[in-house]
Nanobody, 122 residues
């Protein structure tokens, strides 16, 4: 079983940047895709970014051009660079793993980290 641990959250002013990390406890299986999701208070968890095993990346329009997902295979670590942050980006950010091809679909993810809080002040 893969364990995922997020880090890098914090408090930042609007317009600022953060880099979140997601470390896997062991080497992930082949064809494992990694996604980032977020959940704000009182709202449903939503898709933020994903990187496929083959390297393709996916973003919703709400973060496209501001967030960038990447990975370091040697370290079994994935990253989410958050730029031009807005107060509405405030949420707990989760990384997750799936072998499903529907990598933007929350319900297809099997393994989840504990989350890291991102707070953007205005």
């Amino acid at each position: 079983q893969v364990q995922l641990v997020e880090s890098g959250g914090g408090l930042v002013q609007a317009g600022g940047s953060l880099r979140l990390s997601c470390a896997a406890s062991r080497r992930t299986f082949s064809y494992t895709h990694i996604g980032w999701f977020r959940q704000a208070p009182g709202k449903e968890r939503e898709f933020v970014a994903a990187i496929a095993y083959g390297g393709g990346t996916y973003y919703p329009d709400s973060v496209k051009g501001r967030f960038t997902i990447s990975r370091d295979n040697a370290k079994n670590t994935w990253y989410l660079q958050l730029n031009s942050l807005k107060p509405e980006d405030t949420a707990v950010y989760y990384c997750a793993a799936t072998q499903s091809s529907r990598i933007t679909r929350l319900s297809d993810y099997n393994y989840w980290g504990q989350g890291t809080q991102v707070t953007v002040s205005s």
